[in-house]
């Protein structure tokens, strides 16, 4: 008569999460494209290439990300800034900047090692494309637009979801040594949680205080 | 034979055809719709409202898909098998009554297929050749999987055959002490339970005359042995996918692989309905004759037997997504040691009562 009592208890398992299923309570699939679910914070989606508030570009051409990267799939040149319009504050700026996303297993360690958090993480995970070419991301569509928005590979898709490119995983860290001084303490975009808030770089207030007047003057 | 005679046959015929497809339809979704259910899952809602579409989009996927014969199948076999299965499942609903009879001018039109007046025995015959198409396809596809499913079927359908009429030999002696003399008429066994108990106490005369109350052992061994008979989880080790890839119907694929799918649907269906023919009263009812619109009391007894034959094919759905499959020894054991002497123990029972109730007792 145990297996009896068992198979009723089994019943009442299944008979239950039906009823409660249907109510709604206990429904844990969504009809996915009509209905996106909030994703994790520290969710690992595709990359993107942040900028400064004022526009110069976060990445300076170092390769740390192409050298730690296990998978190998990210490849990136430097060049010089020009001295008159630079790209970035740095001396150098990536000129090349790919990403081969067929090959990337999203460990973010180019993140992680990444010295100037150019390169970030978005919550974008619908990478789908029908030819290999396509997979393979390249400086501009990585690279973040100027209100702080991600560019997707196919903006006209049932599945790209503006909003949430809008934002994007884009924290802005300060702003740039030899930015604009106008833009210190300015946040322009925050998306999901950062390391906070960042100090001025120490250049940037220094380069206030000295500004050339008061310092010429005493 | 006369022409109206003629169309009364054919229409018969055609709507329980049609009946038939239509609720298979309906069957593959809804279990796909309450097993999603039963596992905190949405299901298919895509094709039309609620999904409802969804086994039409399969068919029709099904139908322009490539029917793949592979080199080592015995091919008059291969192409038989899929034949074998579904035409089998077809003739047992054939004998179904599923309405109440009505008149048109004088004839009586009975919404049954056929009734046969050998019915039971033609539905105990009808599913054991449904096992053939099973072991055939096993067989002819020339390969270790399909063959492995086919002799578990043979073995699996021999053991659940057994205890499945006993049950329905119980049924039948109690069912010829309810009229004149015994019957395996489908339609007659239905009529039979018509009314209520109110003949043997007042206090039963709310109770529904269904063979369910004093048969009920027999309905529970019925239901088990329907249950392996069709091959359902937990009884599915015929295609069990985790040992046998598709089991039986490995090799198939295109519109025979729908094929048997189709019979698989079509085979629970009908055993349900003789479940609840038997057991539930089939179409029998209150239709409020006189106090309702002659044509809801009249597709009110349809409805009935649907509601009932639903609650078993719920039943089956139930069960699938609760219980894990059976070992084979285990399924043999269930089989012989359990459910054959039950069923015959419950014969000699039952039939030693209604012996009493009969003739009195022989000492009397």
């Known amino acids: 008569m145990g297996v009896i009592r068992e198979f009723i208890?089994?019943?009442?398992?299944?008979?239950?999460?039906?009823?409660?299923?249907?109510?709604?309570?206990?429904?844990?699939?969504?009809?996915?494209?009509?209905?996106?679910?909030?994703?994790?914070?520290?969710?690992?989606?595709?990359?993107?290439?942040?900028?400064?508030?004022?526009?110069?570009?976060?990445?300076?051409?170092?390769?740390?990300?192409?050298?730690?990267?296990?998978?190998?799939?990210?490849?990136?040149?430097?060049?010089?800034?020009?001295?008159?319009?630079?790209?970035?504050?740095?001396?150098?700026?990536g000129f090349v900047y790919e990403i081969n996303m067929l090959r990337c297993i999203f460990c973010a360690l180019c993140v992680e090692a990444c010295p100037t958090e150019a390169i970030t993480m978005t919550h974008l995970f619908e990478m789908s494309t029908t030819n290999r070419e396509d997979a393979i991301y390249t400086r501009e569509t990585l690279l973040m637009d100027e209100k702080g928005g991600v560019p997707h590979m196919f903006p006209d898709d049932e599945l790209a979801d503006m909003d949430e490119l809008a934002v994007a995983d884009g924290w802005v860290k300060a702003t740039a040594p030899s930015g604009m001084t106008s833009y210190q303490g300015v946040k322009m975009w925050q998306g999901t949680p950062g390391p906070g808030d960042w100090d001025p770089e120490p250049g940037q207030s220094e380069l206030d205080a000295r500004s050339p007047t008061e310092d010429d003057d005493g | 034979m006369s022409w109206p005679e003629f169309g009364i046959i054919a229409f018969r015929v055609v709507v329980t055809f049609v009946l038939l497809l239509v609720v298979t339809v309906i069957n593959?979704?809804?279990?796909?719709?309450?097993?999603?259910?039963?596992?905190?899952?949405?299901?298919?809602?895509?094709?039309?409202?609620?999904?409802?579409?969804?086994?039409?989009?399969?068919?029709?996927?099904?139908?322009?898909?490539?029917?793949?014969?592979?080199?080592?199948?015995?091919?008059?076999?291969?192409?038989?098998?899929?034949?074998?299965?579904?035409?089998?499942?077809?003739?047992?609903?054939?004998?179904?009554?599923?309405?109440?009879?009505?008149?048109?001018?004088?004839?009586?039109?009975?919404?049954?297929?056929?009734?046969?007046?050998?019915?039971?025995?033609?539905?105990?015959?009808?599913?054991s050749m449904a096992v053939y198409g099973v072991v055939l396809a096993g067989w002819s596809s020339?390969?270790?999987?399909?063959?492995?499913?086919?002799?578990?079927?043979?073995?699996?359908?021999?053991?659940?055959?057994?205890?499945?009429?006993?049950?329905?030999?119980a049924v039948v002696v109690f069912t010829a002490t309810q009229g004149e003399g015994g019957t395996l008429s489908m339609a007659e066994i239905v009529e039979r339970q018509t009314g209520t108990w109110g003949d043997i106490s007042p206090v039963l005369s709310f109770v529904p005359r269904w063979n369910l109350f004093p048969q009920f052992a027999a309905f529970a061994i019925f239901l088990v042995a329907i249950v392996a008979e069709t091959n359902r989880a937990p009884f599915d080790l015929v295609e069990a996918e985790q040992e046998l890839v598709g089991g039986f119907h490995t090799e198939y694929s295109?519109?025979?692989?729908?094929?048997?799918?189709?019979?698989?649907?079509?085979?629970?269906?009908?055993?349900?309905?003789?479940?609840?023919?038997?057991?539930?009263?089939?179409?029998?009812?209150?239709?409020?004759?006189?106090?309702?619109?002659?044509?809801?009391?009249?597709?009110?007894?349809?409805?009935?037997?649907?509601?009932?034959?639903y609650a078993i094919v719920f039943i089956f759905f139930w069960l699938r997504a609760t219980l894990p499959r059976l070992r084979?020894?285990?399924?043999?054991?269930?089989?012989?040691?359990?459910?054959?002497?039950?069923?015959?123990?419950?014969?000699?029972?039952?039939?030693?009562?209604?012996?009493?109730?009969?003739?009195?007792a022989p000492w009397s």
């Open chain 1, 9 to 93: 208890k089994g019943l009442r398992v299944t008979g239950g999460t039906m009823l409660r299923t249907i109510t709604g309570e206990e429904l844990v699939t969504t009809e996915y494209p009509k209905e996106m679910r909030q994703k994790p914070p520290r969710f690992h989606g595709r990359h993107v290439l942040n900028r400064y508030p004022d526009g110069m570009e976060k990445c300076i051409g170092c390769e740390l990300c192409a050298g730690v990267c296990p998978a190998k799939c990210i490849f990136v040149r430097g060049m010089d800034n020009d001295p008159e319009n630079p790209t970035s504050p740095g001396e150098r700026f």
């Open chain 2, 142 to 169: 020339g390969s270790k999987y399909p063959l492995l499913g086919a002799v578990r079927a043979t073995a699996q359908a021999i053991s659940y055959e057994a205890a499945m009429g006993l049950a329905m030999v």
């Open chain 2, 328 to 360: 084979y020894d285990q399924l043999m054991t269930l089989g012989w040691k359990r459910l054959i002497p039950a069923a015959l123990t419950w014969l000699v029972i039952s039939t030693v009562a209604i012996g009493f109730r009969q003739f009195g």
């Open chain 2, 28 to 127: 593959v979704w809804a279990e796909r719709k309450i097993l999603a259910d039963m596992q905190s899952r949405i299901g298919p809602s895509r094709a039309g409202p609620w999904g409802i579409l969804q086994t039409v989009a399969d068919g029709l996927k099904l139908f322009f898909k490539e029917s793949v014969i592979p080199r080592k199948v015995e091919l008059g076999m291969y192409l038989l098998a899929p034949f074998l299965a579904i035409i089998p499942a077809f003739l047992i609903f054939m004998m179904v009554p599923w309405g109440k009879p009505f008149m048109i001018g004088d004839h009586e039109v009975a919404l049954q297929g056929a009734d046969l007046n050998i019915g039971l025995l033609f539905i105990l015959a009808m599913s």
């Open chain 2, 254 to 309: 295109g519109m025979r692989f729908a094929m048997f799918f189709l019979a698989e649907y079509v085979n629970i269906f009908s055993m349900s309905a003789i479940a609840a023919t038997l057991f539930l009263g089939g179409w029998a009812g209150p239709t409020f004759e006189g106090s309702l619109p002659g044509l809801i009391s009249g597709s009110l007894p349809t409805i009935y037997f649907l509601i009932k034959t």
